[in-house]
């Protein structure tokens, strides 16, 4: 958190990390304000991934700062992404997500 109006601050090593009811995992949110939400997600093994596919709400675009996750896109394509991909996914695309357990990403909704 900050004491400036409207900014936010938070840090990779976080001890705040929520449940991620929609796919398994945890996360930990900086901001989610007017439609915009950035923050981190982990791999957690008390709360185990699900094989779901997700339709995404808005523009989704991370970064993988340790592990590796495999995307499903739309049930015909797929991404392959490690330590220092990025990548970003269109509004309405529906996903897949199958995260290596240390997985850690910064993401964002746009």
């Known amino acids: 958190m900050s004491d400036i109006p409207g900014v936010y601050r938070s840090r990779i090593d976080t001890d705040r990390w ?3 009811t929609e796919i398994g995992g945890v996360a930990h949110l900086l901001f989610n304000e007017a439609g915009s939400i ?3 997600w982990r791999s957690d093994p008390d709360r185990p991934v ?4 997700v339709k995404i709400p808005a523009r989704e675009t991370l970064v993988v700062l340790e592990g590796s996750v495999h995307v ?3 049930g015909t394509s797929t991404l392959d992404l490690r330590t ?3 990548a970003s996914v269109p509004k ?3 996903i897949t997500w199958a995260p290596s357990p240390d997985c850690l990403v910064l ?3 746009s």
């Open 18 to 20: 929520e449940p991620d």
């Open 72 to 74: 499903g896109i739309d």
């Open 107 to 109: 993401w964002s909704y």
């Open 50 to 53: 699900l094989p779901v596919e």
């Open 84 to 86: 220092g991909d990025m």
């Open 38 to 40: 950035f923050g981190l």
């Open 92 to 94: 309405g695309s529906r």
